[in-house]
């Protein structure tokens, strides 16, 4: 089992650059896929980005952040990262955090078993 605490999050003005923290517990970290999530009022949650296992040599992300966004692991550390870049009111939401057992990578929200407690991002025009 993994928990996951995420930080990082607060208030940027369109075009800024944020850094999202996923801490992990556990001694087998490294064998979880890792993603980020979103979600904004009144829609459902969406996926951003996954990173897959051991040395995250595979990375997935949504159309919407391609190009912009980062997804990056320190297995040393138990850690997943979210660099946030050119940042639009769009992507104003709450940030989670995921952790996936699984062998074959999902995109889809049903796919993770471990989930934090999510931090806000919220980017103002």
């Known amino acids: 089992q993994v928990q996951l605490v995420e930080s990082g999050g607060g208030s940027v003005q369109a075009g800024g650059s944020m850094r999202l923290s996923c801490a992990a517990s556990g001694r087998t970290f490294s064998s979880y896929a890792m993603g980020w999530f979103r979600q904004a009022p009144g829609k459902e949650r969406e996926f951003v980005s996954r990173v897959s296992r051991r040395t995250g040599g595979v990375t997935n992300y949504a159309d919407s952040v391609k190009g912009r966004f980062t997804i990056s692991r320190d297995n040393a550390k138990n850690m997943v990262y979210l660099q946030m870049n050119s940042l639009t009111p769009e992507d104003t939401a709450v940030y989670y955090c995921?952790?996936?057992?699984?062998?074959?990578?999902?995109?889809?929200?049903?796919?993770?078993?471990?989930w934090g407690q999510g931090t806000q991002v919220t980017v103002s025009s």
């Open positions: 995921a952790a996936d057992a699984g062998i074959v990578a999902g995109t889809t929200p049903d796919r993770y078993q471990y």
